[in-house]
């Protein structure tokens, strides 16, 4: 069986790609599939390989949300009294206009659907405008 999958090892690289997005990812997706299909005796079709590597392509996504990163965190004896901001912070800040400052002063405390019932305004103008200032940061 691993003869008959290997003579389209390229074919089933692009197809890991085209799923993933990345290179290196859709290598890994393709060699744990050969390993995953390594024991199988019956005679299996390219739909299923396809859809093997799409499963293993979510079981790695499923698996990476698990992970915590030490970035989740932070130092718990740093006193938030005394939060200042340096004058390249300051020069950010000062390309946002009002609305922008506000909305993402708010979103830090509250939900975009909180400042959406807070403020009665749409919450797609919300998310757009918090979302524009994130990028001019």
Known sequence: MLKHLAKKDKYWREIALKICKDKML???LVNDMYLKLYEVKKQISDFYVIITIRNLYYDYLRDKKKTVSIN???DVT???NNFELDDYQLELLDRLNWV???YLEMS????LRQIQKELNTNYGYIYRTIKKAKEKI
Do not use: R, T
Not at 108 to 111: M, P, Q, V
């Open 72 to 74: 989740n965190f932070y």
């Open 100 to 102: 922008e400052k506000g």
């Open 26 to 28: 859709a290598d890994d």
């Open 78 to 80: 740093q006193d938030d």
């Open 108 to 111: 830090f405390d509250l939900s």
